[in-house]
């Protein structure tokens, strides 16, 4: 089965930790996208990335990084520089006969 | 600023009633209009894209319609299980494989 998968379902991060959230798609897409949902909100664009080694900031990057070494790759991480990172964080990617966004299960990041 | 506008941002209906949800944006060159459904805790499953005005899509009790300022998501007859948050997004003509998206509609079908 194509799709793209991410984990952990859930994450708890300490303060001052970083903590990386994975994604990976089988989909042989080329770009990919990490959004950041919170409650009762749409989706704002954090970082994407339309090829291997490649990636530009979105609209909220501020205390995020990411990286981009395989085409199917494409982990997020939430360093101590982001001040309120509870929220749902969703992976996608482009492509498929309609071209279209297709995403991931999401990853509930919450802070202890 | 390009903007996407959803409305109303919560809708309540008995099963059977039938009803739309907006989705409105600034005219600045529309590439395609996608409409997603988010189950609570699960990623967005996309639905359809609409690509000129007057054109209509359908699947199942959903039907998409679109003008050249707005998207109508209607639902004939809902059931409890059409409860979601339906999103929408548009990909303007200027930013390749971006998508902007609407806060989103949650949708509460009651038995």
């Known amino acids: 089965d194509g799709g793209i998968t991410q984990s952990p379902k859930y994450l708890f991060r300490k303060e001052g930790q970083n903590v990386t959230l994975s994604c990976e798609q089988n989909?042989?897409?080329?770009?990919m996208y990490w959004y950041r949902q919170d409650p009762g909100q749409g989706l704002r664009l954090i970082y994407y990335s339309q090829i291997v080694n490649d990636f530009q900031k979105g609209d909220i990057a501020e205390g995020y990084s990411v990286s981009r070494e395989k085409k199917e790759s494409f982990p997020l991480t939430v360093t101590s520089a982001q001040k309120n990172p509870t929220a749902f964080y969703l992976c996608?990617?482009?492509?498929?006969?309609?071209?279209?966004?297709?995403f991931g299960p999401g990853t509930r990041l919450l802070v202890l | 600023e390009d903007q996407v506008t959803q409305s109303p941002e919560a809708l309540r209906l008995q099963e059977g009633e039938s009803s739309s949800l907006n989705c409105s944006y600034t005219?600045?060159?529309?590439?395609?209009l996608f409409w997603y459904r988010q189950d609570p805790g699960k990623g967005p499953e996309f639905l359809f894209t609409l690509y000129s005005a007057g054109e209509e899509k359908e699947k199942e009790r959903l039907k998409a319609t679109l003008t050249k300022k707005e998207s109508f998501l209607h639902i004939t007859a809902p059931k409890p299980e059409d409860s979601a948050t339906y999103l929408c997004?548009?990909?303007?003509?200027?930013?390749?494989?971006?998508?902007?998206f609407g806060g989103g509609t949650r949708l509460m079908v009651k038995p």
């Open positions: 989909l042989n897409h080329d770009a």
């Open positions: 005219v600045s060159g529309l590439r395609g």
């Open positions: 997004a548009v990909r303007w003509s200027n930013a390749g494989n971006m998508l902007t």
């Open positions: 996608a990617s482009w492509g498929g006969v309609g071209e279209t966004q297709y």
